[in-house]
């Protein structure tokens, strides 16, 4: 797949509002995971607003990973050119877990992933204890008209696996996070044809967690639903989170806090 940096809307629009969230944390990271490559549109927000930080970014995705390099090569400075200085890129989705990361910076990967519970225990597992956890992902009622229309006319699609927001922040608590906070947004896109549908479907990732029988039959049946005109407004459920990492205690053992008597 050839992606340009016009496919990449619904990353742009999720990186700047995940970003707005940054001012309230007083912390300054460091080292920091950009896990997912997303047309380099959330590493220009974070290197602005932590221009000390050193990034690295895993996506398992080759094409993904190219088109966010293109795109940083294209928008880098000269003093960016004569140094050499972009992100290093690991092409994989899994994160070596060294507790080594300030942040974790995830901008729909969690899409290209079937297993939540897993990636949160391999995320957890990359930050250092009370490391900073940023992500967006879908929820369960994106593509609720387009699942509808698929199976009034007979076309075999299972959902994909979108849990509910709170359901997310109930696996962060029990897999290596606390302090969870998540919160979402419904948004309803409109499309002129089935083939702009599919194609922004495709890079945002949802398009490949659908598990579709027959992939021309479904993409046949869309194009009748948008003659028809049937199909044009679509929802997309967007969710936002973050967590910190847990301290991780030896077995048997414990936190102990003190807290010094006041005087009065």
């Known amino acids: 797949m050839t992606l340009s940096n016009n496919d990449w809307f619904l990353h742009q629009h999720l990186a700047t509002t995940l970003d707005e969230r940054l001012p309230a944390i007083k912390a300054v990271p460091q080292q920091i995971i950009l896990a997912g490559a997303d047309g380099n549109h959330s590493h220009p927000l974070l290197h602005a607003r932590y221009p000390q930080a050193q990034f690295t970014e895993y996506d398992g995705r080759a094409d993904y990973l190219q088109a966010a390099l293109a ?5 880098q400075s000269l003093w960016q050119k004569l140094s050499g200085k972009l992100p290093p890129q690991q092409a994989s989705h899994r994160l070596p877990e060294n507790e080594t990361a300030d942040m974790l910076w995830a901008n729909l990967s969690l899409v290209a992933q079937p297993d939540p519970v897993a990636v949160f225990e391999n995320w957890a597992a990359a930050l250092k204890p009370d490391g900073l956890l940023f992500f967006t992902h879908f929820g369960p009622d994106s593509l609720k008209e387009v699942l509808a229309y ?3 006319h007979g076309i075999e699609v299972a959902a994909p696996p979108l849990p509910d927001m709170h359901d997310i922040g109930d696996m962060l608590f029990h897999h290596g996070f606390y302090d969870p906070v998540m919160d979402m947004e419904k948004r309803t896109l409109q499309y002129a044809s089935a083939a702009g549908f599919v194609a922004d479907m495709r890079v945002c990732g949802l398009w490949a967690s659908l598990q579709l029988a027959d992939e021309a039959a479904a993409e046949a049946a869309l194009q009748q639903g948008w003659a028809s ?5 679509i929802t997309l459920e967007l969710v936002y989170g973050h967590a910190l990492k847990k301290l991780k205690l030896p077995e048997n053992a414990a936190l102990v806090q003190f807290y010094p008597q006041r005087r009065v």
């Open 150 to 152: 698929w199976r009034a």
């Open 71 to 75: 795109q940083r090569k294209q928008q």
């Open 229 to 233: 005109g049937e199909l044009r407004d």
